[in-house]
């Protein structure tokens, strides 16, 4: 089983910013498993994706859209096989801006498979649908990371 570790930087208007730390991708018989080791955070639920680009500048923007290589253009969430294959569970941040707690992605089951994009941390939670706001209410990009 196949592993990368991803580093993420906080995003800024000015281009790339301060290390957030970094997110261990790991290849399980289950799915993708996302560990994060992140710091720097704003607490709470955040909404966790693979991005269509592999660039972090502007703010994050030049990532594109989640990752969606069937063209579904809807955000179901991670277990829902009609929609982006991006959408990653929540992630978790604690009340001192820390974030250690893994993830498993079941729709993703190769590190290759999403390598040559970006990895990224929103402000906001997830309600895994386009309703009421598109994309689960993401809102704006918060870290970075490009998976290699």
């Known amino acids: ?3 990368t570790t991803i580093p993420l930087r906080m995003t800024v208007e000015t281009g790339i ?4 730390g970094s997110v261990v991708i790991t290849e399980t018989p289950y799915g993708l498993l996302f560990t994060p080791d ?3 955070l704003t607490p709470g639920i955040h909404g966790f994706h693979v991005h269509e680009h592999p660039s972090c500048q502007q703010q994050g923007m030049a990532a594109g859209g ?3 290589p069937k063209h579904t ?4 969430g991670p277990y829902n096989n ?3 294959l991006g959408d990653l569970p929540v992630l978790y941040v604690d009340a001192e801006g820390k974030s250690s ?5 079941v729709r993703l089951h190769h590190v290759n498979e999403i390598r040559h994009h970006a990895l990224m941390v929103h402000f906001a939670g997830d309600n895994y649908a386009d309703m009421p706001e598109k994309l689960g209410g993401g809102g704006a990009r918060m870290a970075c990371g490009i998976i290699t």
């Open 1 to 3: 089983m196949a592993n």
């Open 17 to 20: 910013g301060e290390p957030a």
């Open 38 to 40: 992140l710091h720097g």
């Open 66 to 68: 989640h990752f969606d």
């Open 73 to 76: 253009e809807k955000h179901l």
């Open 82 to 84: 009609q929609g982006h």
């Open 101 to 105: 707690t893994p993830v498993l992605a």
